[in-house]
């Protein structure tokens, strides 16, 4: 168990559920999953800084654990300032590890920088969370 992070594409919002639904749920094997971006295993403090954000949003679930949120470019901005300046913020959970900024800081900026490339090419950028 722990904290499981994920950044992906779709052309729409709920491909990802969509994707497991029809594969798993109604068999199809033809389902098409969308592409995934970014994977983070433990890195609490990214986690923070996009609850933060989604809270902005007007986000209001008890716990922000299994929520989609899209990220525009603006978003993806903010991210890339504070991931430069070391300004995440201290984020803890009973399963989200400890402070990885450091060892994740080049993985995150490549992240951002694939991601708006992905939305200067029209697609929709997701992350999403599992712990």
Excluded: C
Excluded at 33 to 38: T, V
């Amino acid at each position: 168990m722990g904290l499981d992070m994920y950044a992906y594409v779709s052309a729409k919002p709920g491909a990802r559920n969509e994707y497991y639904e029809e594969k798993y749920e109604k068999g199809n094997n033809d389902a098409v999953e969308p592409r995934e971006l970014a994977y983070w295993r433990k890195h609490p403090n990214l986690h923070g800084w996009m609850e933060n954000l989604w809270k902005e949003h007007g986000g209001k679930a008890s716990m922000f654990n299994g929520i989609e949120l899209e990220l525009t470019w603006e978003d993806l901005d903010r991210l890339e300032k504070d991931v430069i300046e070391n300004n995440l913020p201290k984020t803890s959970g009973f399963f989200f590890g400890e402070d990885s900024d450091m060892f994740y800081k080049q993985r995150d900026l490549t992240f951002i920088k694939e991601a708006k490339a992905e939305l200067f090419l029209g697609l929709r950028v997701f992350y999403n969370s599992s712990w």
